[in-house]
């Protein structure tokens, strides 16, 4: 089968930093992917790991380990606007991408 | 990035009547697109792969028949929730990918959004 665990919510507070966890089981792995989506919006890619290691953009960064076939995305300096879902993402090759949970992030003041 | 439009952004039917969604990507062409469907605090689901000129792949539980895919050109696919139900009420959202973009296997671009509602 195929999925991706991720926890379900973090809290947070302005300004500080975190992570968001992901496991996953897929059967054909090309990489990982991380989307950030609002209430009633789309979502919106953020970052993708295709090797191990850390990919930075930004206030935002992004690590596989695919011997571990786990990944995170790491938020810093957060901001009340990063209050949203944030899903990660399996490619599995055929362009065809399966979607975790998501993680509601709770920015407080 | 590229972008992808939806249209309607809303639509409210009554039960036994059908829905289009218009999926257009806007500055590229794109061979593949995607749909998912996404229930309130829920994840994605994909349900087809729509796929130019041909016929769209559907996942295991998505009723092809009622789930009517057509992607007559390299910008615009259509999903049309045929003979709808208030249990087809859900947020259904496209995407795509830019095959002239480096990296183009890893990154979809989204539209919008249709948020249905049958009555």
């Known amino acids: 089968g195929q999925s991706l665990e991720q926890p379900s919510e973090v809290t947070a507070v302005e300004g500080a930093i975190v992570q968001i966890n992901c496991t996953y089981q897929?059967?054909?792995?090309?990489?990982l992917s991380w989307y950030q989506q609002h209430d009633g919006g789309a979502p919106t890619f953020l970052s993708y790991?295709?090797?191990?290691g850390l990919e930075e953009t930004g206030r935002f960064s992004s690590f596989l380990s695919r011997s571990d076939s786990y990944g995170y995305l790491l938020l810093q300096e957060l901001q009340m606007k990063d209050s949203a879902s944030y899903f990660c993402a399996s490619n599995t090759g055929g362009f065809k991408t399966i979607f975790g949970a998501g993680t509601r992030l709770f920015v407080k003041a | 990035g590229a972008v992808v439009s939806q249209h309607p952004s809303w639509v409210i039917c009554k039960s036994g009547t059908s829905v289009k969604i218009e999926c257009r990507s806007l500055d590229f062409q794109a061979t593949t697109m995607f749909w998912y469907r996404q229930f309130p605090k829920q994840s994605l689901m994909l349900m087809a792969t729509?796929?130019?000129?041909?016929?769209?792949?559907?996942e295991q539980g998505v009723e092809k028949d009622k789930f009517l895919i057509n992607h007559a050109s390299l910008t615009l696919s259509t999903l049309t929730v045929t003979s709808a139900h208030p249990e087809d009420s859900s947020f259904y959202i496209c995407?795509?990918?830019?095959?002239?973009?480096?990296?183009?296997?890893?990154?979809?671009?989204f539209g919008p959004g249709t948020r249905l509602t049958v009555l």
């Open positions: 897929t059967s054909g792995f090309y990489g």
């Open positions: 995407s795509a990918r830019d095959p002239g973009l480096a990296g183009a296997a890893d990154t979809q671009y």
């Open positions: 790991n295709a090797l191990d």
């Open positions: 729509s796929n130019e000129g041909s016929k769209a792949t559907y």
